[in-house]
């Protein structure tokens, strides 16, 4: 049992409930949607087709790539080009905003890689503690 | 319209599609969780009572912060400590596992914060090109 203690907040509650919080928290959920952080991931290194990126990124489907670059894309972070070969050709890229969101995501991917296995272990004791074990 | 170009993917396409990918998604999908987000960020700078995080977010129910904060718990984030006083108090308080991930969340979080002029930029003319703005 850990001793009394008086709690002094370090921010106004004011700040957390507005609606530039609500704002951050859509550009953090791009962050918790697995696919986007897959393809800003695949993106990094230059352009990439679509069906290149499909093939990178196993398990995808079509219409979920499309749905992913198009929330992308109107995120500001990914450029579509068409290339009018025949067939066409459909490169995405990263905008320098998306190069710049890459930084942040990768620190944190390697952060959640590095300690999967304590989060895991965790999640294990949590359930047999709670008898769903 | 660009060059032709030749992309050379950085990684290899198949640990990108395990396991070990899911998990870490797993991961960042806390990350995705506004509230989850939230509570964390109001846990850095010490162990905060039940009552005064349900109003230091402001707009957060009873019940979503109690499943907020035993997802937190059960990825071993968070603990609670029950105080038998009369009414019994909890805390909540971060792991040291919970203040590691604190960081890149903040610096993610600084990112969009930073950046969110930007993105609503792009949203607004997205949806403009696109007919629904």
Redesign the interface.
């Known amino acids: 049992?850990?001793p009394?203690?008086t709690?002094?907040?370090?921010l106004p509650?004011?700040p957390?409930?507005d609606g530039?919080?609500?704002?951050?928290?859509s550009?953090?959920?791009?962050?918790?949607?697995?696919w986007s952080?897959?393809v800003i991931?695949?993106l990094?290194?230059?352009?990439?087709?679509f069906n290149?990126l499909k093939?990178?990124?196993?398990?995808i489907s079509q219409r979920m790539l499309t749905l992913t670059l198009r929330g992308l894309?109107?995120?500001?972070?990914v450029t579509r080009?068409i290339?009018p070969t025949i067939p066409p050709r459909v490169?995405y890229e990263l905008t320098d905003?998306g190069r710049?969101?890459a930084?942040?995501?990768q620190?944190?991917?390697?952060?959640?890689?590095e300690?999967?296995p304590?989060?895991?272990?965790?999640?294990t004791s949590?359930?047999a503690r709670n008898g769903q074990g």
């Open positions: 049992m850990r009394e203690h709690h002094v907040p370090a509650p004011s957390h409930a530039n919080c609500r704002a951050v928290a550009v953090l959920a791009r962050v918790g949607d697995k952080v897959l991931m695949m990094i290194d230059g352009p990439v087709r290149e093939r990178m990124i196993g398990g894309e109107r995120d500001g972070l080009t290339f490169d905003l710049g969101l930084q942040p995501v620190a944190l991917g390697k952060w959640a890689f300690h999967l304590e989060i895991e272990g965790a999640r949590f359930d």
